[in-house]
């Protein structure tokens, strides 16, 4: 059994790694030849706890190989599985031309029956759409060989993607039973160690992928509306998650308020099923709200400067804590830092950022009003007007607040206890859906 894994990006890679760590032998497919140089020598493209570690370990082993021919990859293997990105148009919904890329060398140069495995996520019904096209293009060929489409989502987080994939709570497996049973093999070294195993049609397991991350990033955006709420009543946050989280059926995960939600899935896939609803004719009015209520909670940072420096940021310096989308990743797509950044800027501000992991001299090259520092510290004293946080770093919810008590601090992540701030007597204090503290008092109602 060997395993064809085409695109090296977050979720082929961390896959293909996983893969050949569960003892099958793996090829992975990237046309980014120097990505694929790079990833053969041991070198990983992103920054993903414990991949560099199982990368060397599953090179040594002889398992896992590297290359951008995909049809010598596709010609020796049965397993094919596309993880390619599947970006969003200027519409919203997703751009399936690399997977199709994938699936028209499948058609073409495979030579044995095997499975087509869709970790990409792909619209609903796209699996369906393309196991006809598949079946359609094989006929045409006089092929007499079968190549069975499963739908196979992934639910990695990243930086926790390894640890993720190793420790699935579940495996999602969408397609005809025999397909199925086949992947299920792949997967049996997890479902032994615990890992539930759910097999459905694919259409299913398409919508299970889209549902489950449109209903995390709904809880996202109904705790930062109920902040809103919260922050004009003088009201906390913190108390009304903790009231909230008490009842188990609605639990404590995913509702600390912040500035939005970023990432390569949320925006992307909430879009996505907003499109798909609006084709299938069903009313999409909860999940746009989502995407919506995201899009004014990344304006809560340049709302609380125009507040606080009554509307005129202009010559204002502004320091800024992190760009990373979360802690633990070097990712910056959607990131809500970015917008900020861009808002302080166009309101005439200066910005000095600072991220422990983003390349930041080279993400900030060619933007004018931007100087990156080297150190958290080095933010504060290149002579800041206000400092922004963005991500909550590790290292900034640890920082001292006795070094922050003249800065005026606009919390984006609600990195501090406000009762340390209020102790600590920082002189002003912003944080979202919290009572501003001034000087060491916290402005509650
Ligand atoms: C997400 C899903 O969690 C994962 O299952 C899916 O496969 C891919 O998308 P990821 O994008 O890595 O994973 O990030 P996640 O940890 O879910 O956080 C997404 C965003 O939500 C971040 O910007 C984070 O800051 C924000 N967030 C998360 C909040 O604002 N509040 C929360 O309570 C939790």
Same mark, same amino acid.
């Given at each position: ?10 979720? @082929? ?6 893969? %050949? ?19 053969? &020598?041991? &070198?990983? +493209? ?15 082993? #002889? ?28 519409? @919203? ?29 792909? +619209? ?28 196979? +989502? ?34 049996? *070294?997890?479902?032994?160690? #615990? ?24 809880? /996202? ?15 906390? /946050? ?12 609605? @639990? ?10 970023? @990432? ?25 709200? /989502? ?49 900020? /950044? ?26 004018? #009003? ?29 920082? +001292? ?33 919290? *009572? ?8 509650? %109602?």
């Amino acid at each position: 059994m060997t395993i064809a894994v085409y695109g090296a990006g977050y979720v @082929g890679l961390v896959s293909a790694v996983c893969f %050949a760590h569960l003892g099958k032998r793996v090829v992975c497919v990237d046309v980014d030849e120097a990505r694929v140089a790079a990833l053969s &020598q041991g &070198q990983s +493209p992103i920054h993903e706890d414990g991949l560099i570690s199982l990368l060397s370990a599953q090179l040594a082993s #002889g398992r896992l190989s590297f290359t951008t021919d995909a049809i010598r990859a596709c010609s020796e293997s049965n397993i094919h599985v596309i993880a390619t990105g599947t970006p969003s148009l200027d519409n @919203g919904a997703a751009d399936l031309s690399q997977v199709y890329a994938v699936v028209n060398i499948l058609i073409e140069h495979s030579k044995a029956p095997g499975i087509i495995v869709l970790k990409s996520t792909v +619209p609903i019904g796209s699996a369906d759409e393309i196991a006809s096209f598949v079946n359609q293009g094989l006929e045409a060929r006089q092929k007499t060989h079968h190549l069975s489409v499963v739908s196979n +989502p992934e639910f990695l987080r990243e930086g926790s993607a390894v640890s993720d994939f190793l420790t699935a709570s579940r495996i999602i497996v969408g397609g005809k039973p025999e397909a199925v049973s086949l992947l299920k093999a792949v997967y049996q *070294p997890l479902i032994d160690q #615990g890992s539930l195993f759910l097999s459905m049609s694919r259409v299913s397991a398409e919508l299970s992928k889209y549902a489950s991350n449109a209903m995390l990033a709904c809880k /996202i955006s109904f705790i930062n509306q109920i902040s809103q709420l919260a922050q004009k009543t003088k009201a906390n /946050i913190d108390d009304i998650r903790e009231a909230m989280s008490l009842d188990e059926r609605i @639990g404590p995960h995913f509702l600390s308020a912040g500035i939005g939600y970023g @990432g390569s899935c949320f925006p992307k896939d909430v879009r996505a099923l907003v499109q798909s609803s609006k084709s299938l004719g069903v009313d999409p009015s909860l999940l746009a709200a /989502i995407d919506a209520v995201n899009e004014v909670q990344k304006t809560w940072g340049i709302v609380e400067m125009n507040r606080h420096f009554n509307h005129d940021l202009s010559g204002l310096k502004i320091g800024v804590w992190g760009v990373a989308f979360k802690p633990g990743t070097d990712d910056v797509r959607e990131a809500s830092s970015l917008s900020s /950044i861009k808002a302080f800027l166009e309101a005439g501000a200066e910005i000095v950022v600072y991220d422990p992991i983003v390349d930041c001299q080279t993400l900030f090259a060619k933007t004018k #009003g931007v100087s990156v520092a080297a150190s958290s510290k080095d933010v504060l004293t290149a002579g800041i007007d206000a400092l922004f946080i963005a991500t909550e770093w590790p290292e900034f919810v640890n920082f +001292p607040l006795s070094l922050l008590i003249d800065v005026s601090t606009f919390d984006g992540r609600n990195c501090f206890d406000l009762r340390a701030v209020a102790e600590a007597k920082l002189a002003h204090y912003y944080s979202v859906g919290r *009572p501003k503290v001034v000087k060491g008092v916290i402005h509650e %109602a």
